[in-house]
């Protein structure tokens, strides 16, 4: 019995390595018995392990101390030397991607050398439990954010796909620079995707697709470049299923360019001029609802308006809806486009924008895609210069709103169900209101879905 109780309080998985029980159980040198606070010591060990690189017993520290990398981690952090021990690898990338938050941050890396370093007081009893251990490793993740993985498309590659930055490949542009459709064939994604590891490659698999937008940046110097940078980093964390996400970064000379998806029917303006009309209502009130979600999104997450106006919005092949938060606008209709979706709030008080803003222009976008029109279709512009909008509220007003539906939607006897045409109209008006009254994204989405419900229960019964 004796023999049994001393097996059950030897360490789990010990090793024959006799470096391996004097760097890891340390008490156990001193007394021959082992406590639950040698594990913690043991775990806060494993910790230094892990942000090393290395075995606790190699050669390296058992050589500053016999008592190897825990000795040596305890007296490098009250020296504040303990960053020398991280190991390069976590710090430096692949030749093909660029890691966003690969390497510790210093509140992250605080955090955790913090509490690492607890683990390996020399007083048992002042060892933390293994409850606070949890929390302050969370802490430590929480602080650190999501690593994001961008590749890293080479000048001459962009430069080989947009022939030279041409002006046939330019379909917008911002204060900041221009942007260009670029091609990429599916081995190039598939060679620099190569070097990302399995999980990563599933996670990236969606961004196998030949057609991207580059962003090219003016020629800007190292402060620029540092705020370019620090926005890089604003814009890798927005993941929704509406949001088109940046793949990849070119940093060279000095410029830097930003690669975003791209969708194959590019962007909902494109469409509203060529291809609307085969879309039906149901498909529309998909559409407004997906980039009504991706807008929430990111009213939670930023605290800055979008911009949203259709130019920004893309469609994919399925024409789903993806929000481009880079704010760029199609090159001859910049000034036109900024005034058609400009709230008026913005004109007649403090000059600056909100979210409130931005349910404001949406709900021209909403009129867009009912009337299947742009807001600065001449049409529109010859009796307003403000285009779409005021027309919209007006004839809302007098009843003659659903005179301005699609000509197509009408020869279709679309929508199925009047109670969906009646329930968009109404959120779409009241998004062009006073900015005190106008609705929330989360009321808007709800009037959305009912207007679906509404048009899919139309469509069976017409069946």
Request: glycine share 4%.
């Amino acid at each position: 019995m004796e023999v049994l109780k001393h097996k059950s309080k030897e360490p789990i998985n010990p090793s024959a390595n006799r470096f391996h029980c004097k760097t890891t159980y340390p008490e156990y040198q001193a007394r021959c018995k082992y406590k639950r606070e040698s594990d913690i010591y043991s775990f806060g060990v494993v910790l230094f392990e892990v942000l090393s690189g290395s075995l606790a017993y190699e050669h390296v520290y058992t050589r500053d101390d016999s008592r190897g990398l825990g000795a040596v981690a305890r007296k490098r952090y009250n020296e504040g030397t303990l960053k020398e021990l991280i190991d390069p690898n976590i710090i430096r990338d692949d030749d093909g991607v660029f890691t966003l938050n690969r390497g510790p941050n210093q509140a992250s890396f605080d955090a955790f050398s913090k509490i690492a370093s607890k683990c390996l007081t020399v007083t048992q009893s002042r060892r933390p439990r293994m409850e606070v251990i949890i929390k302050e490793l969370q802490n430590a993740l929480t602080l650190q954010g999501e690593t994001t993985v961008l590749f890293k498309f080479r000048l001459k590659d962009i430069e080989h796909a947009t022939m030279l930055f041409n002006e046939t490949y330019l379909i917008g542009s911002d204060k900041n620079g221009k942007v260009y459709e670029a091609e990429f064939s599916h081995s190039y994604i598939d060679n620099r995707s190569s070097l990302l590891t399995v999980g990563e490659k599933n996670e990236k698999r969606s961004i196998k697709r030949i057609i991207a937008a580059v962003h090219r940046t003016s020629k800007i110097g190292w402060q620029e470049r540092q705020g370019f940078l620090a926005d890089l980093q604003m814009r890798s964390k927005y993941k929704h299923p509406n949001i088109a996400c940046l793949i990849g970064i070119c940093v060279e000379d000095d410029e830097i360019i930003f690669v975003y998806e791209h969708a194959s029917n590019k962007s909902l303006d494109k469409y509203l001029k060529r291809a609307m009309h085969n879309l039906t209502w149901t498909h529309r009130l998909h559409i407004c609802l997906e980039i009504a979600r991706g807008l929430e999104y990111l009213h939670i997450k930023m605290d800055d308006h979008v911009d949203i106006n259709s130019a920004n919005v893309l469609l994919d092949k399925n024409c789903r809806a993806k929000i481009v938060i880079s704010k760029f606008h199609p090159t001859n209709q910049e000034a036109i486009s900024m005034k058609v979706y400009q709230d008026p709030t913005y004109e007649e008080t403090t000059r600056l924008l909100e979210k409130k803003s931005d349910i404001y222009s949406f709900g021209v976008v909403l009129f867009e895609i009912f009337c299947g029109r742009l807001a600065y279709d001449p049409l529109y512009m010859a009796e307003n210069d403000k285009g779409l909008a005021p027309i919209a509220c007006q004839c809302f007003k007098d009843g003659t709103i659903e005179r301005m539906i699609d000509q197509k939607l009408r020869e279709e006897r679309a929508p199925a169900s009047q109670e969906s045409l009646h329930t968009f109209l109404k959120v779409a008006y009241q998004c062009l209101g006073e900015a005190a009254k106008r609705p929330t994204m989360d009321l808007v989405i709800q009037k959305l879905q009912k207007a679906l419900n509404f048009q899919m229960i139309g469509v069976v019964e017409d069946i």
